[in-house]
């Protein structure tokens, strides 16, 4: 069963997130800020992350550029779900080491199909 980290400020989406997870035997866990998702990063070793880019306390380009520069977490895979749709955050968050990125509004189901893309390559 894989661990999926879900980091959003927002708890309607991070529990329609959690929800659709399990439904497909995932195990989930969140985060409401970026400082929270940098200690379940730490305490669960996830095998993949949802992460929204508007966070308080560190935003989710904080803490992908955290993630990429640990020694364990470096290579985790990472999904952007934000609803930042410019190209200079689209591109940032690729440059900075996102492996896929989706703008809110988004369709849970294309969401899945990207994380178990990832997953499978892991």
């Known amino acids: 069963m894989f661990t999926i980290l879900v980091a959003d400020d927002e708890p309607l989406m991070r529990e329609l997130l959690e929800f659709r ?4 035997d995932y195990r989930a866990i969140s985060a409401s800020d970026g400082r929270e998702a ?8 996830p095998d993949a992350v949802v992460l ?10 904080e803490v992908l ?8 977490h470096a290579e985790t895979p990472v999904i952007m779900l ?6 200079a955050d689209i591109v940032g968050a690729l440059e900075l080491g996102a ?4 703008v809110k509004p988004f ?14 390559r892991k």
């Not at 369709?107 to 499978?120: K, S």
């Open 52 to 61: 929204d880019a508007m966070m308080p306390v560190y935003d989710g380009f």
């Open 107 to 120: 369709m849970p189901e294309e969401l899945l199909a990207r994380l178990a893309r990832l997953l499978r």
């Open 82 to 87: 934000t609803a930042r749709r410019g190209e």
């Open 21 to 24: 997870l399990q439904e497909r």
């Open 99 to 102: 492996n896929d990125y989706l």
């Open 65 to 72: 550029r955290q993630m990429r520069a640990s020694t364990i």
């Open 38 to 45: 940098l200690a379940r990063l730490a305490d669960s070793a």
